[in-house]
């Protein structure tokens, strides 16, 4: 497994999706800081230089149909990693890991096609040693440090990381999904109502459960129920009135 390390870059997704070409199989790509970090839909991952900010090239046997499902295991692999550092989290369907119900994680997957799927990239911002948070982020934002006191060495991490990738990755490429039972066991969402942003329309519901294949189900205020996947629906938020 190479790890390639910058100081700085655009965004370690767009490194590899400019890259990737000349890169192998699970490549994996570093930057102390991003300058154009991204988040999914348009948004910005922030962060001030006390992250740890990756991405995973993902080229041979790629399994698209199932691809959707490696932000879940990307997810899961982080709360395993932070319970190994006796830190207790939450993953937040489709792409958050959580501390006390604050965001210290995100998963932004992309994914590059031509004539056929070319590349999977599977970037991650973990906030490592953050000693806080400004503006928007200030009550939202979490961080290791934050949560116990202790600074995290970034490679340390990463590897501890990789260590529950690899192996959770290979037994995806088997179609063993095992890793959904961690996320049902840990998945922040479970009874809280949301406001979900489903084929353009925004959609209150409740949130019932992660479901075995991935999906999230929910119900809305008719009674009906919706099995929804990531690729359909995006999070709008937490919706705290009851309705
Ligand atoms: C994500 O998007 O959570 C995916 C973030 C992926 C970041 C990694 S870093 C390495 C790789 N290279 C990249 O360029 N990206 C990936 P989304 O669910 O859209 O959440 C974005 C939202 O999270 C923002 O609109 C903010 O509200 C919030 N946010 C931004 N920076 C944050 C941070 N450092 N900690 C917690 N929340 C943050």
Redesign the pocket.
């Known amino acids: 497994m190479q790890i390639l390390c910058f100081d700085e870059l655009d965004?370690?997704?767009?490194y590899l999706k400019r890259e990737y070409p000349s890169l192998k199989d699970m490549t994996v790509v570093v930057a102390s800081h991003?300058n154009?970090?991204?988040?999914?839909?348009g948004?910005?991952?922030?962060?001030d230089s006390s992250?740890l900010?990756?991405?995973i090239l993902l080229r041979d046997s790629l399994d698209m149909e199932h691809a959707p499902l490696l932000s879940l295991l990307s997810g899961v692999c982080l709360h395993e990693s932070l319970k190994d550092c006796s830190i207790d989290s939450e993953i937040k369907w489709p792409?958050?890991v959580l501390i006390q119900g604050k965001?210290?994680a995100?998963?932004?997957l992309e994914s590059v096609v031509s004539d056929k799927p070319e590349a999977l990239i599977v970037?991650?911002?973990v906030?490592l040693n953050n000693e806080g948070?400004q503006g928007?982020?200030e009550d939202?934002?979490a961080s290791l440090f934050l949560a116990s006191g202790r600074k995290y060495d970034r490679m340390e991490f990463l590897k501890v990381f990789l260590r529950h990738f690899r192996r959770r990755y290979g037994q995806f490429r088997k179609k063993d999904f095992s890793f959904l039972s961690v996320l049902k066991e840990h998945s922040y969402l479970d009874g809280k109502e949301i406001l979900l942003d489903y084929y353009g329309e925004n959609l209150k519901c409740r949130v019932v459960s992660v479901l075995d294949d991935g999906r999230l189900e929910v119900i809305d205020r008719n009674g009906r129920i919706h099995d929804v996947d990531s690729g359909e629906a995006s999070l709008c938020r937490n919706y705290s009135n009851s309705f």
Do not use: P, V
Request: proline share 0%; charged share 30%; hydrophobic share 30%.
């Open positions: 965004s370690t997704n767009s991003q154009a970090g991204k988040g999914r839909l948004r910005k991952w922030e962060d992250s900010l990756f991405s792409n958050d965001k210290c995100g998963i932004l970037g991650i911002g906030n948070f928007e982020l939202k934002a």
